[in-house]
């Protein structure tokens, strides 16, 4: 945790609880670091990277170490009618922060960053729900730069997609992508990115949130927001 100013943020939740947070964090320190493999250390594991995913691994964990993650606040698109604008702050970051953990950071982890937002959001009573779909990206003249499998988090007309600041660290990703994290109405979506939902999929079950990340997240909120 950082060591910033805490600041109250009381809003309500669907069934009319009131919620307060009692510390939102300005800036995460160091963090753990869960390894891709059972039984193989994360330095163990990094020397067996190509010399230039080797590189970003490394400049990912000096971040870690220095407390200079990025973090979805930075530079969220926020029209959400949803909590507050600081609860809304502090639980992307909170995510993010744990699903960092990730040996390579979180751009590879949007499927347990949207599964552990869902928990969240349910469990402060709001009505909502995790997709799985495909995310389309466009340039700024409208041609599509890149699509792949993606999920994120609907509540209502609201849509989450938070933690897409995060690709341009993901070497699967083509460069131009850039993006911001949206909080608000699907309909006003940004015009960089398309979600396309599919019925049929379900976020994945994940033993990292299921054992480590969930358990966190829930304490945090229960001795914070619901406290």
Not at 18 to 23: E, G
Not at 83 to 88: I, V
Not at 141 to 167: A, C, P, Q, Y
Request: net charge neutral.
């Amino acid at each position: 945790m950082g060591t910033g100013a805490a600041r109250a943020a009381p809003s309500i939740n669907e069934n009319g609880q009131k919620l307060k947070l009692a510390v939102i964090p300005d800036r995460i320190g160091a963090m753990r670091e869960i390894s891709p493999a059972v039984g193989v250390s994360v330095d163990d594991w990094v020397k067996r990277l190509s010399p230039d995913m080797r590189r970003l691994v490394e400049e990912i964990r000096r971040q870690k170490r220095e407390g200079t993650r990025p973090l979805p606040s930075t530079n969220l698109i926020d029209r959400s009618a949803i909590m507050t604008k600081g609860h809304r702050l502090w639980l992307l970051d909170a995510i993010a922060t744990l699903v960092d953990e990730n040996y390579a950071g979180r751009s590879e982890m949007c499927l347990q960053f949207a599964t552990l937002l869902d928990r969240a959001l349910s469990h402060l009573n709001f009505p909502s729900r995790g997709v799985v779909g495909t995310a389309i990206y466009y340039a700024l003249n409208g041609e599509e730069i890149f699509r792949w499998k993606h999920g994120w988090v609907r509540v209502g007309d609201e849509v989450i997609d938070g933690s897409v600041d995060s690709l341009i660290e993901n070497p699967s990703v083509p460069r131009e992508v850039s993006l911001a994290p949206y909080w608000g109405p699907i309909s006003k979506i940004p015009r960089d990115r398309r979600l396309r939902e599919e019925h049929i999929d379900m976020l994945p079950p994940d033993v990292d949130v299921e054992n480590i990340w969930w358990p966190h997240l829930k304490r945090q909120i229960e001795q914070g927001m619901l406290a």
